[in-house]
């Protein structure tokens, strides 16, 4: 069974609160999927995360870059998981059909978009029907994150 995460970034978007989370799994030494709505999506993020932050490098790669089994961190709008990685980040309201084979699963979750709430409260009670550890994280007024559930 996996440890399941939901991320409800509520102070921070997409765009910043990302590359923290990857920033901890790499300085952990875990390999990373992050699956992303679309190509586009994943071709936009993939030039933040090499710009994002001037004095901190956080290896990762696409479909553009290839050799996706020595990148660290994998970004990919596919069910994949060519690095082997033990973490997977869902992000945009994406959905994984299999989580099996990680260890963790983070879901990150727009606090702004009463839908995706509303899709997330659904996934969370499946996780925990199918005997996975779930925990909700939200941000404190500081933008840390708080483990509450």
Not at 29 to 42: G, L, S
Not at 123 to 134: I, L, S, T
């Amino acid at each position: 069974m996996a440890d399941i995460r939901f991320y409800h970034m509520q102070k921070q978007n997409l765009d910043q609160a990302l590359p923290l989370i990857l920033e901890k799994a790499y300085q952990a030494d875990h390999k990373v999927v992050v699956r992303m709505e679309n190509a586009k999506e994943v071709e936009r993020m993939n030039a933040l995360l090499w710009t994002y932050k001037p004095d901190v490098f956080l290896p990762h790669g696409s479909k553009k870059e290839g050799h996706a089994a020595l990148q660290p961190i994998w970004l990919t709008d596919k069910e994949e998981n060519p690095n082997n990685a033990n973490v997977l980040v869902l992000t945009q309201g994406v959905q994984a059909e299999q989580i099996d084979g990680f260890s963790l699963c983070c879901e990150m979750l727009d606090g702004h978009n009463e839908g995706a709430v509303s899709a997330a409260r659904k996934r969370w009670k499946a996780y925990q029907e199918a005997g996975h550890d779930v925990t909700y994280w939200h941000q404190s007024e500081t933008g840390k994150w708080e483990k509450k559930a």
